[in-house]
């Protein structure tokens, strides 16, 4: 089976919205890595010029290759991707190898089966 990982980074208000639209496309599930900060083009100044940076998540999952382009424009609909600069970014990530989800992908392909 091949596989790829779907980064993505998104103000933390919107990732259970961004979860669950994942899953409804064919995901089996993610990883989450709370209170992550980056920066943007411009640097957003508040009080006293010191700079704010709004916490993120970063939201890994790891889709079988198939499915990866629906749970991607599911993703980027959810997360409101493309609207503005500051929404937040997916990636896909090619994976060489992976272990541990056979179960996962068996089930889910009972659910939804998978398209060519």
């Known amino acids: 089976m091949e596989f790829k990982l779907l980064m993505v980074f998104v103000d933390e208000d919107k ?9 409804e496309a064919g995901a089996t599930g ?48 959810a997360g409101k991707l493309d609207e503005s600069l500051s929404t937040g970014i997916a990636l896909v990530i090619d994976v060489d190898q992976a272990v541990g989800l056979s179960d996962h992908v068996k089930s889910l392909a009972q659910k939804i089966p998978p398209q060519a």
Do not use: C, Y
């Not at 990732?15 to 899953?23: G, I």
């Not at 920066?39 to 957003?44: A, E, H, V, Y």
């Not at 010029?49 to 790891?62: A, T």
């Open 15 to 23: 990732t259970d919205k961004v979860l669950d639209a994942s899953r």
């Open 30 to 77: 993610a990883t989450i890595i709370t209170n992550a900060r980056g920066q943007g083009l411009k640097k957003t100044l508040g009080i006293f010029g010191l700079e704010i940076l709004n916490p993120r998540d970063v939201l890994l999952i790891l889709v079988e290759a198939r499915r990866v382009k629906p749970v991607l424009a599911a993703v980027r609909k």
